[in-house]
């Protein structure tokens, strides 16, 4: 076990559908800033875990599914995938002990020592800005790690902090010499924001009144994406699929720290 951390009076949303698996309209930042959804206090304690290939291999999986998404999900050799998080610096979130599947992964996988991975060969066709950076880290001595992290809808933001910094300091004994990475992939996703608007609410001179579907702006799965962005080196975003948007962001060493430090002063104010 890595470590431990008690989330005593967290605010936790009821699930506005009990039965669905994931509800989109539920993301990080409706925890931290609240709404005039009913609310319950509960007592948590997240345990925080290194990666366990006999355990946790299915789990992260799914957790990778759920990242990439139904379409490019099937282009990504996830067991493969798999494979490379659990034998990276990975740090798990789970609460009913080392033996249960994770709620929630954060992994480092070295870029340079995987380049020929599954996974790194669809980053470098995923976007030319991206496939340009890589190539500039091929032809350098600068190390770059490919950032995988997912978690449960509804896991708290404040998780986030402690779960960065208890692996980076793991990466800090692999690599040894108390080094960091200097560049982070990392992989997220958003969503599309909807809402009704009435049609003679667009357009004054049409007569019939009609329901139409507009698209408002992009919200964020995880909270800590919206510091992620302010500080990248390059941003990626997909095209819409569905209503979900895949983000690639890549940021180096001392962005990566800075962000992780702003979102821990931010939840602190919530």
Not at 77 to 87: G, T, V
Not at 163 to 188: A, P
Not at 191 to 199: A, G, P, Q, R, S
Not at 211 to 229: A, C, L, M, P, S
């Amino acid at each position: 076990m890595v470590g431990v951390i008690k989330l005593s009076e967290l605010s936790k949303k009821r699930a506005v559908d009990d039965e669905s698996d994931i509800d989109i309209f539920s993301t990080d930042s409706e925890n931290g800033q609240g709404s005039d959804q009913e609310q319950e206090i509960v007592n948590i304690d997240f345990d925080f875990f290194n990666g366990n290939p006999d355990v946790d291999f299915h789990a992260l999986k799914n957790l990778m599914r759920q990242l990439f998404g139904a379409q490019e999900s099937n282009k990504i050799q996830l067991s493969e995938l798999a494979d490379l998080i659990l034998e990276s610096p990975t740090t798990t979130i789970k609460t009913d002990g080392k033996e249960s599947d994770p709620y929630c992964f954060l992994s480092f996988i070295d870029y340079k020592a995987n380049k020929d991975s599954d996974y790194a060969k669809y980053l470098r066709k995923t976007d030319s800005k991206l496939a340009s950076f890589l190539q500039t880290i091929d032809q350098s001595d600068k190390t770059c790690s490919l950032v995988m992290s997912e978690r449960l809808i509804n896991m708290p933001p404040e998780v986030v902090p402690p779960l960065y910094n208890i692996t980076m300091e793991d990466v800090k004994q692999v690599l040894g010499d108390d080094k960091n990475y200097d560049f982070y992939v990392i992989v997220s996703r958003k969503y599309e924001v909807n809402f009704d608007m009435d049609e003679d609410d667009l357009t004054s001179n049409q007569a019939t009144r009609k329901k139409v579907r507009q698209t408002n702006e992009v919200d964020y799965f995880h909270e800590e994406d919206r510091f992620f962005e302010k500080v990248a080196k390059v941003h990626v975003d997909s095209e819409s699929r569905k209503g979900l948007i895949t983000s690639y962001m890549v940021l180096d060493h001392a962005g990566l720290v800075k962000s992780i430090q702003d979102l821990d002063a931010a939840i602190k104010t919530w």
